[in-house]
């Protein structure tokens, strides 16, 4: 079983990561509500360990994000929020379950059994946003139902945009997420404006509504419904 913990304390997440190794768990630790969205977008997560107060953003936003996504990962949040309002906004926003700070780890250890006990969610087959759907099955694309044909990367960039549908997609997200480029290079942030110049025409030239913008300076966007 594969385990995202996204949290920033540095002595809890080293903890829960020593002690959810020694069950037998793959962990993945980030620190940050940045990194922990886009990791849990990039990779299919058995389970979501997700603390509230981020800095970057805040589990609850990341949390209403991926299930709006349709991201259907199991999530269990923890935090030192202990008011019954903030567990209610939790739980609405999507949440399996909710462990309040300080907690001992046998009981953490067994509320995630629990949620595994509950069968693990299916990997969403379709994307979508506004009048436009992708079939990651069959990759096909398709706008008020004309089929689009696009290249291995351009399905790739646009895969990733409709993750992140309504937020800023940034040239360096694209190169270490899609590229799989570490380092920051001129010559690849030309490249990158190519695809998506070649992505753009194919997807918003024939149509009024243009779902792919660009922030001038920032990266792209690919606009929500």
């Known amino acids: 079983m594969d385990i995202l913990i996204i949290e920033d304390e540095p002595k809890l997440g080293k903890a829960l990561c020593e002690g959810l190794k020694a069950e037998g768990y793959e962990v993945t630790l980030t620190r940050s509500g940045e990194d922990g969205y886009f990791k849990a977008n990039e990779h299919f997560f058995d389970l979501i360990l997700l603390d509230v107060m981020l800095p970057g953003r805040n589990g609850i936003d990341i949390l209403k994000t991926l299930r709006k996504q349709q991201v259907q990962t199991p999530v269990l949040i923890i935090t030192a929020r202990d008011a019954l309002e903030d567990r209610v906004v939790g739980l609405d926003a999507g949440a399996d379950d909710y462990l309040i700070k300080p907690f001992a780890f046998l009981e953490l250890s067994a509320r995630i059994r629990a949620v595994f006990r509950r069968g693990k969610p299916e990997s969403p087959v379709l994307l979508k946003s506004d009048t436009l759907e992708m079939n990651l099955i069959t990759?096909?694309?398709?706008?008020?139902?004309?089929?689009?044909?696009?290249?291995?990367?351009?399905?790739?960039?646009?895969?990733?945009?409709?993750?992140?549908?309504?937020?800023?997609?940034?040239?360096?997200?694209?190169?270490?997420d899609v590229w799989r480029e570490t380092s920051r290079a001129i010559h690849l942030d030309n490249i990158i404006d190519v695809h998506i110049a070649r992505l753009r025409r194919k997807m918003d030239d024939q149509f009024d509504h243009k779902l792919i913008r660009t922030v001038r300076g920032v990266g792209f966007v690919l606009s929500g419904d």
Request: hydrophobic residues 45%.
């Open 139 to 176: 990759r096909e694309v398709s706008r008020e139902g004309k089929r689009i044909e696009l290249t291995m990367r351009e399905f790739e960039i646009l895969e990733y945009l409709l993750r992140n549908a309504g937020h800023v997609v940034l040239r360096a997200m694209l190169a270490r």
